[in-house]
């Protein structure tokens, strides 16, 4: 054994790196220009990455171009329709930018529609490991809320997971739901302020749920550029953009915005309903495969079932639009064709 290791020794130049030097593109490229310090920051922003805050984790945004007055101008005739509403209405066309601002920047009182930025600011918190959805929330005094949901109904101090309270905020509009998750975040001061830096400078929480005086308040557009931010995936992480598409497409009040929608249409929204005010705002992907958003709040004589009525009709009107107004390229008829879209010729619009 000697002998076979003194061999080995004597023909190694040991001058030279035992093991050969692998060039991984890219990485070596990096690594081979950082000073020791510069590499230990990045070990130690590697570390910590999984915690950081999520604010924009894309650059991608819509560019409003053009407002489809031909849209407008069939809801402006819908409102004619009902002289004893006040409806507002917002709808983006996320493929290209068009838009419909029908008094979107109309403040009213938010109902259950203000669950949807508290969403997102509890899934915004979950990215920055400021909440674990596994932890236990505790009914209290405090964050029981009248109206809907079931969970009012349990012992003061029963616990829930911060998952489970999230959900049942959302697809049954769970009131103590809602304020055991505002109080967690840290309360309408907190939230009212995160909505501010977010551009929703009209979306305010003034009292816990269910609010029946209607002191809480949002616009149709606020509503339309929440949704459409978390779509185009701004303000929460990729994995929380996908829990808020479980949540909301369960949403179990479908009397609004979906009666509007064919079958195989889908929509992922947040209904809101107290005594003057009606609406729904939503995700929604048409059968083409075209995705919109849509917000509509009503102002209302007191619990006027009508405006119930005008939002289905909107919600119809709008998926209608966005179904047929834009060209749309010929199929291709033979293999390795490529069809020019004819965008100058117009097509039958409803």
Do not use: C
Request: glycine share 6%; no cysteine; aromatic share 8%.
């Amino acid at each position: 054994m000697g002998t076979i290791f003194g061999s080995i020794l004597a023909n190694t130049d040991l001058t030279k790196p035992l093991f050969p030097k692998i060039n991984i593109p890219f990485v070596s490229d990096i690594t081979s220009t950082m000073t020791p310090s510069q590499k230990e920051e990045k070990s130690a922003e590697v570390k910590v990455v999984e915690k950081s805050e999520v604010k924009n984790v894309s650059d991608e945004s819509v560019t409003f171009t053009q407002e489809l007055n031909s849209l407008k101008e069939k809801l402006v005739k819908l409102k004619a329709k009902y002289p004893e509403l006040q409806p507002g209405a917002f709808f983006v066309d996320l493929d290209n930018g068009a838009y419909v601002n029908f008094n979107g920047d109309t403040l009213y009182s938010a109902a259950s529609t203000i669950k949807i930025p508290v969403l997102v600011a509890f899934l915004q918190d979950v990215d920055a490991g400021k909440i674990y959805i596994d932890e236990k929330l505790t009914t209290s005094k405090a964050n029981i809320g009248s109206g809907s949901g079931s969970m009012q109904y349990q012992p003061v101090g029963t616990q829930f997971t911060a998952l489970y309270t999230v959900t049942e905020m959302i697809i049954n509009s769970d009131n103590t739901a809602t304020n055991m998750i505002i109080e967690r975040l840290g309360g309408k001061d907190v939230l009212n302020k995160r909505f501010q830096e977010w551009g929703l400078n009209s979306t305010v929480i003034k009292n816990p749920l269910p609010d029946l005086e209607g002191t809480n308040t949002t616009t149709p557009k606020d509503l339309g550029m929440v949704l459409l931010k978390v779509n185009q995936g701004e303000l929460i992480s990729l994995r929380s953009r996908d829990r808020f598409f479980e949540i909301m497409t369960q949403t179990r009040t479908r009397t609004l915005l979906p009666q509007g929608l064919e079958k195989d249409a889908r929509i992922a929204h947040k209904t809101g309903d107290i005594g003057t005010v009606l609406g729904d705002a939503g995700i929604i992907d048409v059968t083409t495969g075209k995705r919109y958003i849509g917000a509509v709040l009503v102002k209302r004589p007191h619990n006027d079932y009508s405006a119930r009525t005008l939002i289905q009709e909107i919600s119809r009107t709008a998926y209608q639009h966005f179904k047929f107004y834009s060209p749309r390229a010929p199929l291709p008829t033979k293999v390795n064709t490529v069809s020019t879209p004819a965008e100058d010729v117009p097509i039958v619009k409803p």
